[in-house]
């Protein structure tokens, strides 16, 4: 199995070092050569089977290359002890709450298994690893949580401080030790160029860097996992399903895209955005334009001008698109529109969503949640379908409790994962959006 750049210009790795580099050397984005798909009635043997066995059979066709079957049975033990709990909201739709992990948002899925993938790889290796990652609100917490402690390695996260909330800021800045939080006066795309120049940054040579951004392929891979086993638990993987994915940096989409081309039956991937309509408008013209600044929504995970996994999607269709967002060659448009639906939703309509569902059915979201969730509702006014459909609620709503009990009149239910922080001392740096200063910070923490 081997590993290519989206830009086309530098050899193809192997999945040690596509993890390890993060970014590729040309500056894009690393995807396998091929794409695995399921042997038949490969994916009927796996119903009724836990969610870790699920995710060593999909990861499997990966990673057997660099982690033995053994092994990485055992890491998704360790890494998934959580519930996924798929809820019913009537009898086509369903809601797959991705938020019962320790920072209680999707990407715990994620960050816990490359914890586990670069705790392998590193254990018998020389001097440390400096792990940079930009969030624009729970990846950072997810990665600093995924890594803590793990030996050998540090992590620096860099946040805007004005569009995170108070937990997801207080997951990052309450660790200490092998964790470095950085405030940065800036967007989420300020926080994302800023690790992406260092990347190809040569006078950095001696401080070995890597990325656990949705941009490092073992951010991507245990993304897929979650769409099968969706699959299987509504369908025995047998009948298409329409799955609705809120979308920021593309990165969860892209799990769902990638589960569709191994095999798993998809109807429509539903792209659901925020204000950030940028994907949505390129699909109506055909024209890509990066919105800068991003737009600040209270969806603020996805408030993201320039989603750099979209290179991606691109590369699948056929087309290339560069690190600065130019198509350099168009994707296959025709293709694309057919397997994905993209819209946009406003702050206005994502909160009368979040009233709505809760007064009519019961159902609890928090802001991306319920952009995924009117994303699949429009999807299905305009293409009435008998399919069982999906949608991805990616963060607790008690991790955005304002906005709930303005909305809603009361206060989520705290896991414990987020009301232990509230006790710890927070401790994190702050910068300006330069990468003069950034640069200067990391030779000042890590250059010696």
């Known amino acids: 199995m081997l590993y290519a750049s989206t830009n086309r210009q530098t050899p193809e790795v192997n999945l040690a070092e596509a993890l390890l580099q993060g970014q590729a050397p040309d500056k894009g984005l690393y995807l396998p050569v091929t794409i695995p798909s399921f042997e038949p009635d490969e994916l009927s043997s796996l119903c009724g089977r836990p969610y870790t066995e699920v995710a060593a059979a999909v990861l499997g066709k990966f990673t057997t290359d660099t982690f033995p079957v053994a092994r990485l049975r055992q890491m998704c033990q360790n890494a998934y002890d959580f519930d996924v709990p798929i809820e019913r909201v009537d009898s086509q739709r369903y809601v797959m709450r991705l938020d019962r992990g320790p920072t209680a948002s999707f990407k715990d899925f994620a960050g816990r298994m490359m914890g586990q993938m670069f705790g392998v790889l590193r254990r018998d290796a020389s001097g440390r690893l400096v792990i940079l990652t930009a969030t624009s609100g729970d990846t950072g917490s997810a990665i600093a949580h995924a890594f803590y402690r793990i030996p050998k390695i540090e992590v620096m996260v860099l946040f805007p401080p004005a569009e995170v909330s108070n937990r997801q800021r207080k997951q990052m800045t309450t660790l200490g030790e092998n964790i470095t939080a950085v405030a940065v006066d800036g967007k989420f795309d300020d926080c994302q160029a800023l690790v992406k120049q260092a990347f190809s940054d040569t006078t950095l ?129 025709d293709r694309m529109k057919k397997e994905l639906f993209a819209v946009s939703i406003t702050d206005d309509e994502t909160r009368s969503t979040i009233q709505r569902a809760w007064k009519t059915q019961n159902l609890l979201l928090e802001p991306h949640g319920a952009v995924g969730w009117l994303g699949l509702e429009r999807y299905l006014e305009e293409n009435p379908s008998d399919s069982k459909a999906v949608s991805v609620e990616t963060a607790s709503p008690a991790k955005f409790p304002e906005e709930i009990e303005r909305l809603l009149g009361f206060s989520p239910e705290v896991p414990f994962s987020l009301s232990e922080i509230e006790r710890k001392e927070e401790h994190y740096l702050t910068m300006p959006a330069d990468y003069g200063a950034f640069h200067e910070l990391l030779l000042k923490t890590y250059g010696a």
């Not at 073992?218 to 996992?225: D, E, F, N, S």
């Not at 593309?250 to 539903?270: H, Q, W």
């Not at 699909?283 to 750099?308: D, L």
């Not at 087309?319 to 967002?325: N, P, V």
Request: charged fraction near 15%.
């Open 205 to 333: 040579g001696r401080i070995r860097l890597t990325s656990a951004n949705s941009i490092n392929i073992g951010r991507l891979l245990p993304q897929i996992v979650y769409y099968v086993y969706a699959s299987l638990q509504l369908v025995r993987g047998e009948e298409p399903i329409i799955i609705s994915v809120p979308s920021g940096n593309f990165g969860n989409m892209m799990g769902a895209l990638l589960a569709s081309r191994m095999g798993v039956p998809v109807e429509k991937i539903v792209v659901s955005t925020n204000a950030n309509d940028e994907v949505p408008r390129f699909f109506t013209t055909g024209c890509y334009e990066k919105i800068v600044p991003s737009r600040s929504c209270i969806s603020n995970a996805m408030n993201v001008g320039h989603p750099s996994n979209f290179a991606r999607v691109v590369a699948l269709f056929g087309g290339w698109m560069d690190e600065a967002g130019n198509v350099r060659e168009m994707p296959d448009m």
